[in-house]
T-cell receptor, first 114, second 116 residues
């Protein structure tokens, strides 16, 4: 079965370190997204990608970057981790070009910056 | 701007009773509406969606949602709640941003607690 997987599931890092969260999907979806989930804010969009070599900023992109070198993967990098980036991060994917398709989510990565 | 409001942080219901989780939206153009559920330490799971057609949409696990265009609402419902329905529920709307991107906007979530 097709799926979307994130790794690691849990990560503790120190302030100032670079951290990369992995996201891999086997749906062959063109669209991929990164969200962060924080109490009282729901899910907020960090970055998204329409397809290979395409990346775009979401509403809370400062301090984050992504790259899309193939269809399956969209790694999220925190350039210099800050305590404000302690959160649960979700990757998602959806079929490209259609408004009526649902997104599929990974199980999340809980990141703690100390 | 597109937005979704879930006015209740938490909904409490007794097992066997009907449940409603409220959602209202604001979007230009036709709304594409979704409900997702999140169980503890899990990702979001798709429940149901409204695209067009019947205003009552049926989804997974016995859930349904009623689309009301005049009230811009998309409330989630279930005739008889189960303790296992206790989870965090998110309403979302998909709309096309100025860049053409299909932006998925989420509400802040409603925690459903079903008591035995």
């Amino acid at each position: 079965d097709a799926e979307i997987t994130q790794s690691p599931r849990h990560k503790i890092t120190e302030t100032g370190r670079q951290v990369t969260l992995a996201c891999h999907q086997t749906w062959n979806h063109n669209n991929m997204f990164w969200y962060r989930q924080d109490l009282g804010h729901g899910l907020r969009l960090i970055h998204y990608s329409y397809g290979v070599q395409d990346t775009n900023k979401g509403e809370v992109s400062d301090g984050y970057s992504v790259s899309r070198s193939n269809t399956e993967d969209l790694p999220l990098t925190l350039e210099s981790a800050a305590s404000s980036q302690t959160s649960v991060y979700f990757c998602a994917s959806s079929e490209g070009g259609r408004m009526n398709t649902e997104a599929f989510f990974g199980q999340g990565t809980r990141l703690t910056v100390v | 701007a597109q937005s979704v409001a879930q006015p209740e942080d938490q909904v409490n219901v007794a097992e066997g009773n009907p449940l409603t989780v409220k959602c209202t939206y604001s979007v230009s153009g036709n709304p594409y509406l979704f409900w997702y559920v999140q169980y503890p330490n899990r990702g979001l799971q798709f429940l149901l969606k409204y695209i067009t057609g019947d205003n009552l949409v049926k989804g997974s696990y016995g859930f349904e949602a009623e689309f009301n265009k005049s009230q811009t609402s998309f409330h989630l419902k279930k005739p008889s709640a189960l303790v296992s329905d206790s989870a965090l529920y998110f309403c979302a709307v998909r709309a096309r941003a100025n860049t053409g991107f299909q932006k998925l906007v989420f509400g802040t979530g409603t925690r459903l607690l079903v008591s035995p």
